[in-house]
């Protein structure tokens, strides 16, 4: 049962995440689908959900949603290219705004 509520939550999170990468271009989806994952996230957190809301929302749902493998991919890209301010400052910027989301989203 637990596998269903995660595929169920990877499904509708994996399509959010594709319809950002149709809205924006490169990175930018990237950082929107982070710290949007990361804002559920911490909303889904503060709630007192039974175990298998919790799988649906977060393991399924936030996880499809973000994708850190991209921003790992995205971030050795510019390492390779020695664009070392860029990387520093993506880096920065989806931590800060990751951090931040989740922050907000637990104060909903």
């Known amino acids: 049962m637990i596998f269903l ?4 939550g990877g499904f509708f999170g994996g399509f ?3 319809s950002l990468a149709q809205l924006f271009p490169g990175k930018r989806a990237t950082l929107a689908a982070n710290t949007l994952a990361c804002l559920a996230g911490g ?9 298998l809301y ?6 399924g749902f936030c996880g499809a949603l973000s994708t850190w493998s991209t921003l790992a991919k995205e971030l050795g890209q510019l390492l390779n290219e020695k664009k070392w301010w860029p990387m520093l400052g993506y880096l920065s910027l989806t931590f800060a ?3 931040s989301a989740v922050f907000l989203g637990m104060r909903f």
Do not use: E
Request: aromatic content about 20%; charged content about 10%.
């Open 97 to 99: 705004l990751g951090y």
């Open 54 to 59: 919790t799988v649906l929302l977060i393991a």
């Open 16 to 18: 959010l995440r594709w």
């Open 43 to 51: 909303f889904f957190v503060s709630l007192d959900l039974p175990h």
């Open 5 to 8: 509520y995660a595929a169920l």
